[in-house]
């Protein structure tokens, strides 16, 4: 792991007591309740599902509190701090996760059936790497639904912190296509936080 991966995880480490409840009082959590809901193709069941940099595991219990328990649910993050608080969030609502400390990249589940990412390329090296390696998560067919930061005042405040890239919705439209996606849907949360600083996608593996 890079020494900048390193200092990243051990900040996350320091955050994540807080982190969950930050999310749900800025309205994270919510808005992803109403991506996850938006109309986006046959309502998935019993599937495999991984979260990718899943911090406390916010839009992975939203996964659940939409569409159920899945067969299985992964969640991988570096930081085991965000790890032991998503298992905890999950356990709550009678699922089991299976834990796996990893960047994305570095360790290779079997395919699944959903990918979940909410604010992980904008802090990878290179975007398309990233989403490419998203892919490689999926099935042919599998589903990626990815939020993403886009260019606002409240974001440059957010990147004093976290250093993070934002995407202009072109330009992260082009990346997931040439990562291997048919984009299947663009989503505009509605209101608070999530309206000035994110963007949802929801998008399916190419053959």
Not at 153 to 158: P, R
Not at 172 to 199: H, M, Q
Request: charged share 20%.
């Amino acid at each position: 792991m890079e020494e900048t991966s390193i200092n990243a995880t051990k900040r996350y480490d320091v955050a994540a007591p807080h982190w969950g409840d930050k999310m749900r009082s800025l309205g994270y959590y919510d808005g992803y309740l109403g991506f996850l809901s938006a109309p986006q193709g046959p309502r998935a069941t019993n599937k495999q599902v991984i979260d990718v940099g899943s911090g406390t595991g916010s839009f992975a219990e939203a996964w659940v509190a939409v569409n159920g328990a899945p067969r299985e649910l992964m969640l991988l993050e570096p930081s085991p701090a965000m790890l032991e608080r998503g298992r905890a969030a999950l356990s709550r609502r009678g699922v089991d996760p299976i834990l796996v400390q990893s960047l994305l990249g570095e360790t290779e589940p079997d395919p699944s059936d959903v990918v979940l990412a909410a604010h992980v390329i904008e802090h990878c090296p290179d975007p398309l790497i990233a989403l490419r390696q998203m892919r490689d998560l999926l099935r042919p067919g599998g589903a990626l639904y990815l939020v993403v930061s886009k260019p606002h005042w409240c974001n440059a405040i957010i990147w004093l912190q976290w250093r993070h890239r934002t995407f202009s919705e072109g330009e992260i439209l082009t990346l997931i296509e040439k990562a291997g996606f048919d984009i299947e849907n663009v989503y505009a949360f509605p209101s608070g936080p999530p309206s000035r600083t994110s963007r949802g996608i929801a998008a399916t593996r190419r053959d």
